[in-house]
């Protein structure tokens, strides 16, 4: 294996493999800044390409992509409050506001290095740690990914806690739309009203972009006159005090990455709503979070892009993709003869430690484009909104039909801008509702084929040591934020008597 390593990396290095990853990585950021250009889109656009490359240069390109893609989606999410991908939604909860307030470059730059610090940390599990850490992702049946679902939605809760009512509101939408489509376990169509364009359910991205874009866009272009934080951006210093304030965030962001990269079906949505989540129970200072708490954007861009590298783990060694870009990839090393698997690693050893080593060294190439982009990308605040909605629109348009080329999908999207709209209108929040729609039906699948294992006996939700740890953490989870008030209350009650 160590022999394997070293030639992987003695491959890597390689002019052509260098500036594969070099050019996949730009491309990643451009695609991860565009609403609806996703990185599984755009590298199962790129897999036929490859075909007359060498294997190496290939996954290299790829690699570049998926990091860079996942870092792009911050972009848009902190500078117009739009995700790039469904991942950065986290990120406009606190990298918005810093924009707002004239800190633009900082915000990118934390985003930067929290999303170039997940990555490298995860592709070192990659590299040193896959063959055995496979056999984690094993461990987790239908009852362990029904209570990681839930676990994910309790972080509601600490994302809403300002509004539990409206918060529910807006996760009963994401859970009804969860709905729609084929019953997972009978194949019975459910709420498509005859339209096969429905038959899938309703698209993430479509959500995504119809309930963050497109209300942006249309409040814009309400104000013709309005120029806003747009023209009052300014070119903020930024120290490496500033820059290292989070190391303890980025580190515990990435662990929480990882260890969901690891979980096939999971994903970095599901990682970033819950390192944001324990970065605001963690914290000193919790109810600066949602107001531009540098932490906020940290945790979010860190555990994000560290389940980008442990996501491919079970992929290389077990041939189970951890998310989606991980099953575009193994259709990447398909196409080059390659079949994913504990015996790639001896057949393919070089190929393979080598693909390792382009998802560790595009993590520094994406810190380097990055750094010294992020000041062309903060002028995107300069643009005058007269002509920002209308290129925000036209980008929706065009990622969305490019999903499926499908203009329902179109009209869908337009459709939740004006539920978005009167969401933003009536202040209740936008993100449990994706949330929802994306570990809803997730629950209630596992959930499901549990019951069906156990023979609908409830015990079998706790009959392994995972599932306790879970329930045990969704408990804390709840319990904590009250208890902590009661806490806080008291000290301050006993303080009071002791002064007076």
Not at 110 to 131: C, D, E, R, Y
Not at 188 to 200: C, E, S, Y
Not at 295 to 304: K, P
């Amino acid at each position: 294996m160590f022999e394997d390593i070293l030639s992987g990396l003695s491959a890597v290095i390689h002019p052509s493999v260098i500036m594969a990853m070099v050019i996949g990585t730009v491309i990643g950021i451009v695609v991860g800044a565009l609403p609806g250009f996703t990185a599984t889109m755009s590298i199962a656009l790129l897999i036929p390409l490859t075909f007359e490359w060498s294997a190496l240069v290939g996954l290299a390109a790829m690699a570049g992509i998926y990091n860079g893609a996942m870092y792009g989606g911050a972009i848009p999410a902190i500078l117009m409050n739009i995700p790039g991908t469904p991942a950065g939604i986290v990120t406009t909860f606190d990298g918005y506001p810093m924009a707002q307030q004239g800190k633009a470059s900082l915000a990118l730059r934390l985003a930067l290095l929290g999303s170039t610090v997940g990555a490298f940390l995860s592709a070192v599990v990659l590299l040193t740690l896959a063959p055995p850490l496979a056999w984690v992702a094993l461990a987790f049946g239908p009852v362990e990914y029904f209570w990681l679902a839930v676990f994910g939605m309790t972080t509601l809760a600490a994302l809403c806690s300002n509004s539990v009512i409206k918060g529910t509101i807006s996760a009963l939408l994401g859970l009804s739309l969860g709905t729609v489509g084929i019953d997972s376990i009978t194949g019975v169509h459910r709420f498509t009203m005859g339209n096969t364009a429905l038959i899938d359910g309703v698209p993430i991205v479509v959500l995504l972009i119809g309930l963050y874009a497109i209300p942006q866009a249309l409040l814009i272009a309400s104000q013709p006159g309005f120029t806003g934080h747009y023209t009052e951006w300014k070119q903020t210093a930024v120290s490496l005090r500033d820059l290292f304030s989070s190391w303890k965030v980025a580190l515990k962001s990435s662990c929480i990455g990882i260890i969901v990269g690891l979980m096939p079906g999971a994903g970095g949505n599901i990682a970033s709503f819950i390192s944001y989540s324990e970065a605001k129970r963690s914290s000193r200072h919790p109810d600066r979070f949602g107001k531009g708490e540098p932490d906020g954007v940290v945790a979010s861009e860190t555990a994000n892009n560290a389940d980008n590298a442990s996501s491919l783990v079970p992929s290389l060694a077990l041939g189970i993709p951890g998310n989606s870009v991980a099953a575009v990839m193994l259709g990447g090393f398909l196409i080059h003869g390659m079949r994913p698997g504990p015996g790639l690693f001896t057949s393919e050893g070089t190929v393979v430690f080598g693909f390792m080593w382009a998802m560790l060294l595009t993590a520094l190439i994406m810190l380097v484009v990055g750094w010294y982009g992020s000041r062309l990308f903060a002028l995107v605040l300069r643009i005058p909104s007269v002509l920002m909605a209308p290129v925000i629109i036209v980008f929706c348009v065009l990622g969305t039909y490019s999903l499926r080329s499908n203009l329902f999908d179109v009209a869908l999207m337009f459709s939740f801008g004006l539920v978005g709209l009167l969401m933003i209108r009536a202040e209740i929040p936008l993100a449990p509702a994706v949330l929802a729609l994306i570990l809803g039906p997730m629950a209630e699948s596992e959930l499901r084929r549990a019951m069906l294992i156990g023979r609908n006996d409830v015990t079998i939700l706790f009959s392994s040591p995972i599932a306790l740890t879970l329930v045990t953490l969704i408990v804390l989870v709840v319990t904590g934020p009250p208890l902590r008030r009661r806490w806080s209350r008291w000290r301050r009650d006993k303080a009071a008597s002791v002064s007076g």
